[in-house]
């Protein structure tokens, strides 16, 4: 009868410790959701706050481009950040009201932000409005009182400030949600072990007051104990290894952040920097107004590659497939390519570019099913990296079949080039990988993504020969194709 009770304690008590450390483990595994939801929303807050930041400059830098030259044109970025600032405000407002969390983000934003923002686009519009009807001097006149300058540099600082505020938000929350999968795995060894503790010892009891036909249960016993072990280890292996891509995945989080705002930050100031050249010497505006635009594309083309990394590593990478001419996207974008590089004669000067098409008939097309602008983004991307790596040579585009099973296209880019770098060459493909000091290492990764996502493949490797690289891609040919 004793044996017995100690037999049903020794099996009572690890279910309860079970359940507890279930119960425990349950409400750190809602936690940690939380947290990861928290930490998405207040990346889009940063990356919405820095967009407004952006809109608030263009439109800026319209009203200024008007004032001086008069010309209607410059109007057109100010009208577009007009109207994308109101859908900007409202996308912050809508992801700091989905929790409670963001409330003293929202009074930060309404008492530093919008005010500011407010009287900004008030001095903007009636400066324009003093331009349109009193002509350059009066609307001059106006600009130099500083008070729009002013309320630029108060919103530049009050939302830098915020974000700031929130990128330490973002670090702490972070750092917490490693600490809790830590503690996660702490509770569920520990609990384990006090199992097998209370387990072993009350069989030892048990053992000692059973007869014979007792052992036979005894020995289920320790084969259920030698299960609970091996599911022991084998969730500290998956908790330890959950745990290292928790802390790899904060330090990549950490560190792109860290490079994009460098990167942003660099044309940022150029252009600013021109800007007060052009106040100061306008005999030399043209000169700085080349160099406007070139810092101008260079952002927008960051800002763009920075958005489809988000999409891509939030899984929202949308694909707007249709059937198309692979041959007639080339085509386009080789004339277009070779035209440009007609233009910058006195940096290529023996740069050429073709096309070879021999393996199909230039009378048949190739269709294929995918995201005309996406793979048009990857053949720019890749002819662009062979143009500013080949000094003297020429670049080679060709299309030709799958020789397998001709169920798809292969796209290669072949240039007589530098080549790609041995230290690169491993981390090809992932963002920030650059040699160059004029790009970002953004276009492969993105480029890798495209391509896998229409179920093709990509590579990049150096000639044979030594000169240059070769880099190519695959895509599906449309059924009609195959």
Do not use: W
Not at 52 to 68: C, H, K, N, Y
Not at 218 to 243: M, R
Not at 322 to 349: A, H, M, P, W
Not at 367 to 374: N, P, S, T
Request: aromatic share 6%; glycine share 4%.
């Amino acid at each position: 009868m004793i044996g017995n009770k100690l037999l049903l304690v020794a099996i009572a008590l690890p279910l309860i410790t079970l359940l507890i450390i279930g119960t425990q483990t349950y409400n750190n595994i809602i936690s940690f959701q939380q947290q990861t939801k928290f930490i998405e929303e207040t990346h889009q807050i940063i990356t919405a706050l820095q967009n407004l930041l952006t809109l608030i400059t263009d439109a800026d830098t319209g009203q200024r481009g008007f004032v001086i030259t008069g010309n209607k044109t410059y109007l057109e970025p100010y009208d577009i950040s007009l109207n994308n600032i109101s859908s900007t405000i409202d996308r912050i407002d809508k992801l700091i009201s989905n929790g409670n969390k963001h409330s003293d983000l929202l009074q930060n934003i309404n008492l530093d932000v919008y005010p500011f923002l407010q009287n900004k686009i008030s001095d903007l519009e009636k400066t324009i409005d003093i331009r349109k009807n009193n002509g350059f001097n009066a609307s001059a006149e106006d600009m130099s009182a500083d008070n729009g300058e002013n309320l630029m540099d108060q919103i530049r600082k009050n939302i830098i400030s915020i974000i700031d505020e929130e990128e330490k938000i973002l670090q702490s929350n972070t750092n917490k949600l490693v600490i809790d999968g830590q503690n996660l795995l702490f509770i569920y060894i520990v609990g384990i072990l006090i199992s097998i503790v209370i387990t072993t010892i009350t069989v030892i009891v048990t053992y000692s007051q059973l007869n014979l036909k007792h052992r036979h249960i005894t020995k289920l016993l320790e084969i259920e104990i030698d299960k609970k072990t091996l599911e022991l280890q084998q969730s500290n292996k998956y908790l330890k290894k959950l745990n290292d891509e928790l802390k790899k995945n904060g330090d990549m989080q950490r560190e792109f952040i860290n490079i994009a705002a460098h990167e942003l930050r660099t044309p940022v100031q150029s252009i600013i920097g021109y800007i007060e050249m052009m106040k100061n010497f306008p005999q030399n505006f043209k000169k700085y107004l080349e160099s406007l635009e070139r810092n101008s594309k260079r952002l927008y083309q960051l800002t763009e590659d920075i958005l489809d990394i988000a999409k891509i590593e939030s899984g929202n990478l949308k694909l707007n497939k249709e059937k198309f001419d692979i041959c007639q996207l080339v085509n386009e974008l080789t004339y277009e390519f070779g035209s440009r590089i007609k233009k910058e004669k006195e940096n290529e000067l023996f740069t050429s570019l073709e096309k070879n098409n021999q393996q199909i008939d230039e009378s048949r097309k190739l269709l294929v099913y995918a995201d005309r602008d996406k793979i048009q983004q990857v053949i720019s991307n890749i002819l662009n990296n062979a143009h500013k790596f080949t000094e003297n040579g020429k670049i080679t585009v060709k299309i030709k079949k799958t020789e397998n099973d001709n169920k798809q296209v292969k796209i290669s880019i072949h240039d007589e080039g530098k080549g790609i770098d041995k230290e690169i060459l491993p981390t090809l493909y992932e963002k920030f990988a650059t040699k160059s000091r004029t790009g970002t290492g953004l276009g492969l990764y993105i480029s890798k993504n495209i391509v896998e996502s229409h179920r093709g493949t990509i590579r990049g490797y150096n000639n044979k020969d030594g000169k240059g690289a070769t880099f190519e891609f695959t895509l599906p040919l449309a059924k009609t194709e195959q």
